[in-house]
């Protein structure tokens, strides 16, 4: 039977670090260095998060010794001395039924580490980083070949009971007599939706073609 597909909720760590949008700025410091974090969520009320202060957002300040004056924002976080002040607002978060992909999209688009997950009131329920993301790919290949085995079957029933399919380090390869190619685009499609794949090649022999 297939897998269900992991969750952020699966990944992330349920046990999180916060800081309030009083913290002064020293004591932001201080928690990212005892808690070896490169960011932490700013909580409102104790647990719903209005933003996320970094590494970067706090460098700002060092940024400022450099002859050139920042302008703007970069002024605006020079200047700041709490967490509410650097932070950056909104908060980029992610829920935690959310598919893994929808959270690796989320921290390429907005070019950050980590991200707060949240319930459907904005609480804070543990934090995802990119290493937690990367965890699906320590899957075993004898589990992504038997998720491969079935999703082919679920949606070519037939068609790829001659194929073999195996998998080294992550890369599947379907290999064998296919009666129809132009399956083949398809198939490796929904492979690659397996999660733990790394790469999907084939070798295929169009079996109508083939010596009778």
Known sequence: MIRNPQTVGDVMTATVVAVTSEAP???????LEKWKVSAVPVLE??????GVVSEAD??????????RRPSGQEMAKADAVTAGALMTAPAVTVRADAPIAQA??????H?????????????LKGMVSRGDLLKVFLRSDEDIAEDVRHVLAQYFPV???TVEIGVSEGVVTLSGLLHDTSMVPVAARLVRTV????????DITNGSMAPR
């Open 25 to 31: 700025f020293k004591e932001i410091v201080r928690t």
């Open 45 to 50: 009320d104790q647990e719903r998060v209005v």
């Open 58 to 67: 706090l460098l700002r300040k060092e940024e400022r010794r450099d002859s």
């Open 104 to 109: 690796a999209r989320a921290m390429a688009r």
């Open 111 to 123: 070019r950050v580490k980590r991200l707060p997950v949240v319930d459907e009131k904005g609480r």
């Open 159 to 161: 068609a790829w009971e």
């Open 195 to 202: 999660e733990g794949v790394v790469d999907v090649t084939f």
